[in-house]
């Protein structure tokens, strides 16, 4: 057993006998303590699982009666719905937003451009307190605090940087002399935008779209400070389940939360796997363009 | 040739409008309503910084904030290097396993890592109930206090700290560490003259960047912290709903947003330096 370790960790240089022993300790080391922190990242979040499917903290006998209370209770499912709604309508706005804001940072040549950019990335270098109250006070002085508009706004404006920034990211990989091709033949920057540009990067958007997604089915304290009872999102009932009265469905809701972080992680996986591919092997118009 | 130049790159400044126009009412007239909340008429700037900094509740939350913040990324640090060199020593099949592990939590909502350590560090929780039942110790106090509220922000923060750390592992030459394998240095002291040094800005940025974040913290706190672990954003929801005094919340957030842009400052000049 340990001869293998030793073959399979040495690769390229030749050891004397007690370096390669000597080699052997010190990643044994270092793997013990990174496996220590991955079950410390995962494990808190698997045990809303057993629990879950138990009553009263008691594992003799496993039930659904907690998921039959989560569905038949009425605050739970609007809270549900509310996060689904908002996170739909914000991240797609953000995507319609961003993504042409994006082409514009990276090709477009206007004055205060980089401001602009700055402008749109800015939220996310700032304190979401900060942001959830300036919003709050917007809220408080338009009268529409608790409403459905300002929630949805105010999240698209929060997702917009990483929809952004994801952009920027796929327009980085893409060669704008096929673009440049597209204005020499007469076609309008819009022209150029849907037809050229947008089929290029239609990963990266997707990419966006569900990163903004997330952000907004996950964001708390903007939702805390200004949804009222009709728009209570599902953090903000978790938040005040867990602060205030200590529902038991709480547990089923975290475990189809956890089921659903890990779904997202593959998809993320799979979609990061295609860019990378899309990325690497040079795609079939870029080509063209060169010879 | 220079009409011609300008015709192939666009001004496209329509494209960026419609960000711009959200952007502009979802986040700067905010901000600017934050900033002509910071001076009424019956108190000015001056005044109202003054009694905010007197107030001895705002005084033991800065200290709360500062001395969470800064011990959760030291924390986090220790706790993400040997996993961001766990991952970039990992044959390519392996790194996405390893990946997966840390980027899953990083995908699980906040709510449910806080629930999940209330009903492991409770009083009734797992830790304590296993505590009772092997050893019948009574129960250790791990809840609503410093400990519960490092353990869910390190929780957090972990997955945030690995990828600037990640980052400057795999960008290492790995002829330099190969040569001094040949020249006979021991594996430890290769990881720490070679490895570690040049990981050191991804460290820092690490670091700096698991500062902001935290500062930021609203819901760890008030969750698993006690009324003693106050930290800012809990102070200004605080000021905001419970005692209506928008001045001296918007005040607490003019000095949030100072702290955590210095420090956001820093970590671009580090990652401008460096090329990270």
Redesign the interface.
């Known amino acids: 057993m340990d001869s293998l370790h030793t073959i399979n960790n040495r690769g390229?240089?030749v050891y004397r006998r007690g370096?390669t022993r000597?080699?052997w300790?010190?990643?044994a080391f270092?793997?013990v303590?990174?496996?220590l922190?991955?079950a410390?990242?995962?494990l808190?979040?698997l045990?809303?699982i057993p629990?879950s499917f138990s009553e009263s903290?008691s594992f003799s006998e496993l039930s659904l009666t907690l998921y039959r209370r989560l569905f038949e209770s009425s605050t739970w499912m609007t809270a549900i719905g509310n996060s689904a709604l908002v996170a739909t309508l914000a991240s797609t706005?953000a995507v319609?937003?961003?993504t042409?804001?994006a082409?514009?940072?990276a090709?477009?040549?206007?004055q205060g451009r980089s401001l602009?950019q700055l402008?749109?990335v800015?939220?996310l270098?700032?304190?979401?307190?900060?942001?959830a109250?300036?919003?709050?006070?917007?809220g408080a002085?338009s009268g529409t605090l608790g409403s459905v508009g300002i929630l949805v706004?105010?999240h698209?404006?929060y997702a917009?940087p990483f929809v952004?920034v994801m952009v920027l990211s796929g327009l980085r990989q893409v060669n704008p002399s096929l673009e440049?091709a597209g204005?020499?033949m007469g076609a309008s920057?819009l022209r150029v935008?849907l037809q050229v540009v947008l089929p290029q990067i239609r990963i990266s958007v997707i990419a966006g779209w569900l990163f903004g997604f997330?952000v907004s089915f996950?964001e708390?304290?903007i939702a805390?400070?200004i949804s009222g009872p009709q728009t209570e999102t599902l953090?903000v009932r978790?938040?005040s389940s867990?602060?205030w009265d200590n529902t038991p469905e709480?547990?089923a809701v975290?475990t189809l939360?956890?089921l659903f972080?890990?779904v997202?992680?593959?998809v993320?996986?799979k979609v990061g796997g295609v860019e990378s591919v899309h990325a690497s092997g040079a795609p079939h118009p870029r080509r063209d363009v060169r010879t | 040739m220079l009409r011609k130049k300008?015709?192939?790159?666009?001004?496209?400044?329509?494209?960026?409008g419609?960000?711009?126009?959200?952007?502009?009412?979802?986040?700067?007239?905010?901000?600017?309503?934050?900033g002509s909340?910071v001076g009424t008429e019956e108190k000015g700037v001056v005044d109202g910084l003054i009694s905010v900094v007197n107030s001895r509740l705002v005084r033991v939350v800065f200290a709360n904030t500062v001395e969470i913040s800064v011990s959760a990324a030291i924390l986090t640090v220790l706790?993400?290097y040997?996993?961001a060199?766990?991952?970039v020593?990992q044959k390519a099949r392996w790194r996405?396993v390893?990946?997966?592990?840390?980027?899953?939590?990083f995908?699980?909502?906040?709510?449910?890592?806080?629930?999940?350590?209330?009903?492991?560090l409770g009083d009734?929780g797992?830790v304590n109930t296993a505590l009772r039942a092997l050893f019948g110790i009574d129960g250790i106090n791990m809840m609503f206090n410093r400990f519960a509220v490092l353990v869910g922000t390190t929780?957090f923060l972990?997955?945030y700290a690995v990828f600037p750390i990640l980052a400057s592992l795999a960008a290492q030459n790995m002829q330099i560490q190969?040569a001094a394998?040949?020249m006979?240095a021991?594996?430890?002291r290769i990881?720490w003259s070679i490895t570690f040094i040049q990981s050191m800005p991804g460290v820092l940025a690490a670091l700096l960047m698991c500062m902001?974040i935290s500062?930021?913290f609203?819901?760890t706190p008030?969750?698993l912290g006690g009324r003693q672990d106050m930290m800012?954003?809990n102070i200004?929801?605080m000021y905001?709903?419970e005692i209506l005094d928008?001045q001296s919340?918007?005040l607490i957030?003019v000095l949030?947003?100072v702290f955590?842009?210095a420090l956001?400052v820093a970590i671009l000049k580090i990652q401008s330096r460096t090329g990270a």
């Open positions: 390229h240089a370096e000597n080699r300790r010190w990643p270092s793997t303590a990174a496996c922190v991955y410390y990242l995962i808190p979040s045990t809303v629990i903290f706005a319609f937003a961003g042409p804001a082409y514009a940072f090709r477009g040549r206007f602009a402008i749109v800015c939220p270098f700032v304190p979401v307190i900060v942001i109250l300036g919003i709050y006070f917007l002085r706004l105010a698209a404006m917009m952004v440049q204005y020499i920057s935008f997330l996950d708390v304290i805390w400070f953090p978790m938040y867990i602060m709480i547990a975290s939360l956890t972080s890990f997202i992680c593959l993320m996986i | 300008i015709h192939l790159q666009p001004p496209l400044l329509a494209f960026a419609a960000a711009l126009v959200l952007s502009f009412i979802f986040f700067l007239v905010p901000m600017g309503f934050i909340y706790l993400a040997p996993v060199l766990h991952i020593r996405i390893c990946f997966s592990l840390v980027l899953m939590p995908w699980t909502s906040i709510l449910v890592k806080s629930y999940a350590l209330l009903i492991i009734d797992l929780n972990v997955p190969r394998e040949v006979g021991s594996p430890l990881f902001v500062m930021g609203f819901v008030a969750l800012m954003a200004i929801d905001t709903r928008w919340a918007s957030s949030l947003l955590s842009g956001s």
